[in-house]
């Protein structure tokens, strides 16, 4: 299952729960980042993709009532 399919799969309210986990994971990688303390600079890419991912997935939702 790819990263698109599972994300789609969790409910609004799981979406929003990993939302803001990653938003706070974004919050304190910065910080590493900024003292020198990252040890992994990936993460920042993927976690920024992720939180990318799920607000997309929300964006669809919000608009699909409304097409129809």
Known sequence: MSAA??????TDDQLKD???EL???QFNL??????GQLENTA????????IARIKSVR???NR???AK
Do not use: I, N
């Not at 399919?5 to 969790?10: A, N, Q």
């Not at 910065?30 to 003292?35: D, L, N, W």
């Open 43 to 50: 993460r920042v890419r993927t976690v920024r993709r992720e």
């Open 5 to 10: 399919e599972d994300t789609r799969s969790k």
């Open 23 to 25: 938003k706070k994971e």
């Open 59 to 61: 964006g669809e939702r």
């Open 18 to 20: 990993s939302l803001l």
């Open 64 to 66: 699909a009532p409304q």
């Open 30 to 35: 910065r910080f590493q980042a900024a003292s």
